[in-house]
């Protein structure tokens, strides 16, 4: 009998042939959903790729409901073969849900289109997360309280402390001093981090990540139209989901233990080993999903992201980098699609002053709260 492949294990079957974005920051006058038809233009005008090349359309709503395929698709004048909406898109989610439509053969040529304008409309991101009776009983309203009681739970089992924490955000505004885009610029040193204030103790303004408006959007292809479209595919190898939908039901649920089942899942579907990752993005609403998602997937030892930041394993200037966009705490809050442009021209060679060298795999991870995790390996050359 032939062998079965690993679930997700998509290699060479889809590649990302086009990334683009719109500016960030405070960006007043303009809808969301006209945002993100600003960056499938301006993607689509960087790459050369016609609209007519289009059929298929992933959309994602943004903080606050925008972002509908029907709204987008109208705005920018398409009528693909597939389309669809997820409720919570980040870049992995809308990414896998159009890798499945590629291979399922709804489309070929899929555009990923997110934007939001939920600094300019002053969100204050203060909807209930998670269960209800504990937002209203704990004031769970916001991402900081969750990772807050998480990173609590972690001092207690490994005596992490709030340094060692302090390396990701630190590590991470060294990236974003390098990148144009960024929204936090300024030096930001251990000890500039161990002397603010607190934000929600022991969280520092440094461990989340900063509310902004902005667009950003990605092109797959399918395998056969993907070296049409451009001469720099970056092939997908494979993917890997987990929900964690139990909820409290599951044993150490701050920690988010089911994020696990993903990594021992990814690098199988990749064909990979963890080793070959030259290059990490991890969603980082907050420094402490980081700190969870480097232990669960084997980059730190449970109770050692500090020392693998200090020992150079890991960071700016480290072996393993990790962001080099500055991540959702110090370039923007755009659920994750910023990494995924960033991964792409990453592996395109073409991220400017913070080119990495040599980088031909990189992995990105993500999560949706305490419910879901996600992550992709994606490589520059199939083996």
Same mark, same amino acid.
């Not at 705005?75 to 399922?104: E, Q, V, W």
């Not at 997110?114 to 203060?126: D, I, M, P, W």
């Not at 204030?197 to 092109?219: E, F, K, T």
């Given at each position: 009998?032939?062998?079965?492949?690993?679930?997700?294990?998509?290699?060479?079957?889809? /590649?990302?042939?086009?990334?683009?974005?719109?500016?960030?920051?405070?960006?007043?006058?303009?809808?969301?959903?006209?945002?993100?038809? !600003?960056?499938?233009?301006?993607?689509?005008?960087?790459?050369?790729?016609?609209?007519?090349?289009?059929?298929?359309?992933?959309?994602?709503?943004?903080?606050?409901?925008?972002?509908?395929?029907?709204?987008?698709?109208?705005?920018?004048?398409?009528?693909?073969?597939?389309?669809?909406?997820?409720?919570?898109?980040?870049?992995?989610?809308?990414?896998?849900?159009?890798?499945?439509?590629?291979?399922?053969?709804?489309?070929?040529?899929?555009?990923?289109?997110?934007?939001?304008?939920?600094?300019?409309?002053?969100?204050?991101?203060?909807?209930?997360?998670?269960?209800?009776?504990?937002?209203?009983?704990?004031?769970?309203?916001?991402?900081?309280?969750?990772?807050?009681?998480?990173?609590?739970?972690?001092?207690?089992?490994?005596?992490?402390? !709030?340094?060692?924490?302090?390396?990701?955000?630190?590590?991470?505004?060294?990236?974003?001093?390098?990148?144009?885009? /960024?929204?936090?610029?300024?030096?930001?040193?251990?000890?500039?981090?161990?002397?603010?204030?607190?934000?929600?103790?022991?969280?520092?303004?440094?461990?989340?990540?900063?509310?902004?408006?902005?667009?950003?959007?990605?092109?797959?292809?399918?395998?056969?139209?993907?070296?049409?479209?451009?001469?720099?595919?970056?092939?997908?190898?494979?993917?890997?989901?987990?929900?964690?939908?139990?909820?409290?039901?599951?044993?150490?649920?701050?920690?988010?233990?089911?994020?696990?089942?993903?990594?021992?899942?990814?690098?199988?579907?990749?064909?990979?080993?963890?080793?070959?990752?030259?290059?990490?993005?991890?969603?980082?609403?907050?420094?402490?999903?980081?700190?969870?998602?480097?232990?669960?997937?084997?980059? /730190?030892?449970?109770?050692?992201?500090? !020392?693998?930041?200090?020992?150079?394993?890991?960071?700016?200037?480290?072996?393993?980098?990790?962001?080099?966009?500055?991540?959702?705490?110090?370039?923007?809050?755009?659920?994750?699609?910023?990494?995924?442009?960033?991964?792409?021209?990453?592996?395109?060679?073409?991220?400017? /002053?913070?080119?990495?060298?040599?980088?031909?795999?990189?992995?990105?991870?993500?999560?949706?709260?305490?419910?879901?995790?996600?992550?992709?390996?994606?490589?520059?050359?199939?083996?």
């Amino acid at each position: 009998m032939p062998a079965v492949s690993p679930p997700g294990a998509i290699r060479g079957r889809s /590649a990302v042939v086009a990334v683009g974005n719109t500016v960030q920051g405070q960006v007043p006058g303009i809808s969301a959903d006209e945002l993100g038809v !600003e960056a499938l233009r301006i993607t689509l005008a960087e790459s050369g790729i016609a609209k007519s090349a289009i059929d298929g359309l992933v959309t994602c709503k943004s903080y606050g409901g925008f972002g509908i395929d029907t709204e987008i698709g109208r705005l920018a004048g398409l009528n693909p073969a597939y389309s669809a909406t997820l409720d919570y898109g980040t870049c992995n989610f809308s990414l896998h849900l159009a890798c499945a439509a590629i291979d399922a053969g709804l489309c070929s040529v899929v555009a990923i289109v997110y934007g939001t304008v939920q600094r300019s409309a002053g969100n204050r991101f203060t909807a209930p997360l998670g269960r209800q009776d504990d937002a209203g009983v704990y004031g769970f309203l916001n991402v900081a309280g969750p990772a807050a009681m998480a990173f609590r739970r972690h001092q207690k089992l490994y005596g992490t402390t !709030e340094a060692d924490l302090g390396e990701i955000a630190v590590s991470q505004r060294k990236y974003a001093m390098e990148n144009p885009l /960024a929204i936090f610029k300024d030096p930001l040193s251990i000890d500039d981090y161990l002397a603010a204030p607190y934000l929600v103790d022991p969280l520092r303004r440094a461990d989340l990540c900063m509310i902004s408006d902005g667009g950003a959007c990605l092109i797959v292809a399918a395998a056969d139209k993907a070296r049409d479209l451009t001469d720099k595919p970056v092939h997908v190898l494979g993917i890997a989901q987990q929900t964690g939908l139990r909820d409290r039901q599951n044993a150490d649920q701050w920690l988010r233990p089911w994020i696990g089942q993903v990594a021992s899942r990814i690098y199988p579907a990749a064909g990979v080993e963890r080793d070959a990752v030259d290059a990490l993005y991890i969603q980082d609403p907050t420094s402490v999903w980081v700190m969870q998602m480097l232990e669960w997937y084997g980059f /730190a030892e449970p109770g050692g992201v500090g !020392e693998a930041f200090r020992s150079g394993a890991i960071g700016h200037g480290g072996r393993l980098p990790l962001n080099t966009n500055g991540g959702q705490l110090s370039e923007a809050y755009m659920w994750g699609f910023l990494h995924l442009c960033e991964l792409v021209r990453q592996l395109r060679g073409e991220a400017g /002053a913070r080119q990495l060298a040599d980088v031909n795999v990189a992995q990105y991870c993500s999560t949706f709260g305490m419910m879901k995790a996600a992550s992709t390996i994606f490589a520059r050359e199939l083996a």
